[in-house]
């Protein structure tokens, strides 16, 4: 049976000190940034995919005390691990991992890891399942920034269903929302609603583009013919 000491064992074998003091300007780790007090070991993507197929059949309770972690890598690790055990299970069991998932939202606490999740495991499983999804506008109705994020990027795996209704009705709790990493989240989900189905984008936009943080439309306009992002960012529609 894996033990914690032996994944903490092999992520410290990748520490990097200058890349470490990178990722926590880039996360924004700072007093009174979005990530205050995360701490990042240097570590680089490939390796935390090797490490987290290496140790894939670790317990939840392993993987709870992982993201009960102060440090990102053993976070992003128990993420990974989780995606891949949510994959290969059925129903009962991944409802079971997003049961989990629930319970341990305290530890998705940065944007990276609210990204490589949300959609694979609760936007998966509520899709799948075909239960209710009012736990997305609970989410999305909180003062938590992650929560609310999940809740929107949860929504991703609707999208690529071709599913766009909560979406929709998510993007619009949010539309006011001050955060700057929830005007990006809502647009992205706006630019791949787009990239299905651009007529259904353009009726939201068209409603609510005035009203919506520039940021946010940026996001959404990305990939519109030039001449029509700009009558969006200029107001001429």
């Known amino acids: 049976m894996y033990k914690i000491k032996d ?3 092999d992520i410290s074998r990748y520490k990097r000190k200058n890349k470490a003091k990178k990722l926590h300007r880039f996360f924004k780790t700072g007093v009174e940034e979005y990530a205050e007090g995360d701490i990042f070991l240097g ?12 140790y894939r059949e ?23 691990i989780l995606n891949y055990q949510f994959q290969k299970k059925d129903i009962k069991a991944k409802k079971r991992i997003y049961s989990f998932y629930l319970e341990n939202l305290s530890g998705i606490n940065n944007w990276d890891l609210v990204d490589n999740s949300a ?6 499983y509520l899709y799948i399942s ?14 938590n920034l992650w929560e609310k994020r999940i809740a929107m990027i949860a929504t991703y795996y609707f999208i690529k269903e071709q599913d766009f209704h909560d979406a929709l009705k998510i993007a619009e709790i949010l539309l006011y929302d001050k955060e700057d990493l929830i005007h990006k989240a809502v647009g992205w989900m706006l630019r791949e609603i787009g990239n299905r189905d651009m007529l259904i984008e353009e009726q939201f936009l068209k409603k609510n583009y005035k009203d919506m943080p520039r940021t946010m439309l940026r996001y959404a306009i990305e990939k519109f013919p ?3 992002r700009q009558d969006y960012l200029k107001g001429r529609i």
């Open 7 to 9: 994944i903490e064992k």
């Open 119 to 124: 959609h694979k495991i609760m936007g998966a």
């Open 226 to 228: 030039e001449n029509k």
């Open 58 to 80: 670790i317990s939840l309770s392993g993987l709870k005390e992982l993201l009960r972690s102060k440090i990102h890598d053993y976070r992003n690790v128990a993420i990974r």
């Open 43 to 54: 570590l680089k993507t490939e390796e935390i995919k090797i490490i987290a197929k290496k």
């Open 130 to 143: 075909g239960n209710p999804r009012k736990i997305l506008f609970s989410l999305a109705r909180s003062n």
